[in-house]
């Protein structure tokens, strides 16, 4: 039977009542290490995106407002915009025009266009037409099925957020009919689906929010992994054309996937797309930040009570030439992540969702799955500078590390680490590490780098 990723698995779905909503108040408490608990005036259940949501808001909250009702920070777009130094490319025309950034989710959201015009009102942001693309037999939206529900709720944070950060790009929702959840199921569909793309010319940067663990593909206990290595095609054709693949690197901490705080395997385990050499994992951090998106602290590695970011060495592939540097700390295998970003719970993106009528308004979400959208939109920001693809990325970011920070934009995180459920993980370090890879970024310096400039 299959089972979920832990990408969509349980971190916690905080659901309040209507008179709580009324009120304006939320509390929120933490999941026990099951996945499952109660407070107050908050129902915890395992939810199907691996998201933390104050279901319903009528309005977003301000961190400060947020520390005090729901416990946990929050922040907006405009926040990640300072944070990460995007500002002053925005001021030099550097927007993102030009460039398409390709999403990929099963079901996708009926309500894409709605929900992203609702969510650009509130920030100050330009609209755009999002592209909705359905390959193959894609289901009906049921607001009532879970599963539906659940991935509707990451196309929705994976489209708002890559174009938050990149305004002026198209973006391309690709809604597929098969839900992936562990070994190959489901991802068939979506290869077949980016490939198609790359060979139209119609991508320039991929965000992939989905993935499964390498030991659930078929023929991993024999070492034949080929039920996962024939499906790199889409990756092949995306080096071949300069299409830049990134993928979030999972929200299990270092082990992938864990029931009760046990492990189902007795070996770590990285989940694959993050793990592919020609993929550009993004892993977690904890941002600290004030109202106005400040840092009141430098940024950790995300770890907190409803997850931790992915990070490990994989079991497939062997240590590609770009981590010929970081060989101490990956051994002879593919380390991942290789690069992080906002991620943290406490510490969530605002989203705004209206496709299950029920629940409609404005949730709280975070995981790795809001990482690589945001780090899509840095990438289509450095294209458009550098008139051109960038494509692989891997190669240029750890060939920068060797630059001093105020050159490569590339920012060290030495705190945190990624344990989560009774499991020790890895922690940061001065330099690469497998909880924050080479560290985070100033967008600004960065964008430059990349593009040359």
């Not at 330009?126 to 607001?143: A, K, L, N």
């Not at 970011?309 to 770009?322: E, I, K, L, T």
């Not at 060939?399 to 459920?421: A, I, Q």
Request: net charge negative.
């Amino acid at each position: 039977m299959a089972r979920p990723h832990p990408l969509r698995r349980a971190l916690a779905l905080l659901a309040v009542g209507a008179t709580a909503l009324a009120a304006g108040t939320v509390s929120a408490a933490p999941a026990a290490a099951s996945g499952a608990g109660s407070a107050t005036g908050v129902h915890v259940r395992p939810a199907s995106s691996g998201r933390v949501s104050a279901v319903g808001r009528t309005a977003p909250l301000a961190t400060s407002q947020c520390l005090a009702e729901l416990g946990l920070r929050c922040y907006s777009p405009l926040q990640l915009r300072e944070a990460y130094h995007l500002n002053p490319l925005y001021q030099e025309g550097v927007t993102g025009r030009g460039r398409t950034i390709v999403v990929v989710d099963s079901f996708g959201s009926p309500t894409i266009q709605h929900d992203l015009e609702v969510f650009d009102r509130q920030w100050g942001l330009p609209d755009t037409q999002v592209e909705v693309i359905r390959w193959g037999d894609v289901p009906p939206f049921d607001p009532t099925n879970p599963e539906h529900t659940g991935w509707a709720g990451e196309a929705t944070l994976d489209v708002e957020y890559a174009h938050a950060v990149a305004p002026d790009a198209h973006i391309v929702l690709v809604e597929t009919g098969v839900a992936e959840t562990e070994g190959t199921t489901g991802l068939p569909e979506m290869m077949d689906a980016e490939l198609a793309l790359i060979r139209a010319g119609r991508a320039d940067v991929i965000s992939q929010s989905f993935g499964a663990t390498e030991n659930t593909f078929p023929g991993f206990e024999q070492g034949d992994f080929r039920s996962l290595t024939d499906l790199r095609h889409a990756f092949r054709e995306a080096a071949a054309h300069d299409v830049t693949v990134l993928a979030s690197s999972g929200d299990a901490g270092a082990t992938d996937y864990q029931q009760n705080g046990t492990d189902l395997y007795p070996y770590r385990v990285n989940s694959w797309p993050s793990s592919d050499p020609l993929v550009t994992s993004v892993g977690g951090t904890r941002l600290t930040l004030d109202d106005a998106g400040r840092r009141t602290a430098p940024d950790e590695v995300w770890h907190d009570a409803y997850g931790a970011g992915g990070g490990g060495v994989s079991g497939v592939f062997a240590r590609p030439w770009y981590q010929a540097g970081v060989a101490p700390v990956t051994g002879d295998r593919r380390g991942t992540p290789d690069i992080s970003m906002s991620a943290a719970v406490d510490g969530g993106a605002w989203t705004y969702e209206s496709y299950d009528p029920a629940r409609a308004g404005w949730h709280l979400t975070g995981g790795t799955s809001e990482a690589a959208p945001v780090l899509a939109g840095v990438v289509a920001l450095a294209d458009q500078l550098a008139g051109r693809r960038l494509g692989q990325l891997n190669w240029r970011l750890y060939g920068l590390s060797m630059l001093p920070p105020e050159r490569s934009g590339l920012v060290d995180v030495t705190t945190g680490d990624n344990s989560w459920d009774k499991v020790t993980g890895y922690r940061a370090t001065k330099g690469y590490d497998l909880a924050s890879g080479l560290g985070t970024i100033d967008a600004h310096r960065l964008v430059h780098a990349l593009a040359g400039r």
